[in-house]
């Protein structure tokens, strides 16, 4: 069945860095347009980048240039880099297709304080 599972949040604090990792497996991952999505305390979760499979990226604007997102379809995973981190940022963090969205990981926990 279709896995995603998410890892490398933490407690980091502001300016600081983190890269996400989530591993797929379970369907055709090189053929999706995958994103990074997050959910802060009280909030809906957003989608915050994509990355198509030929490596096209697209981000929401209150994380560009901070935020890189990445993919390595040999080893079915997606990679976010995030950089200059702010309190803003603080939520729980998921990798999914951007179409067709499968059942949700546990995600992985961000928490931007000083």
């Known amino acids: 069945q279709v896995q995603l599972v998410e890892s490398g949040g933490g407690l980091v604090q502001p300016g600081g860095s983190l890269r996400l990792s989530c591993a797929a497996s379970?369907?055709?991952?090189?053929?999706?347009?995958m994103g990074w999505y997050r959910q802060a305390p009280g909030k809906q979760r957003e989608l915050v980048a994509t990355?198509?499979?030929?490596?096209?990226?697209n981000y929401v604007d209150s994380v560009k240039g901070r935020f890189t997102i990445s993919r390595d379809n040999a080893k079915n995973m997606v990679y976010l880099q995030m950089n200059s981190l702010n309190p803003e940022d603080t939520a729980v963090y998921y990798c999914?297709?951007?179409?067709?969205?499968?059942?949700w990981g546990l995600g992985t926990q961000v928490t931007v304080s000083s």
């Open positions: 379970g369907f055709i991952f090189g053929i999706n347009t």
């Open positions: 990355v198509t499979r030929g490596g096209s990226t």
């Open positions: 999914n297709r951007v179409v067709g969205l499968y059942q």
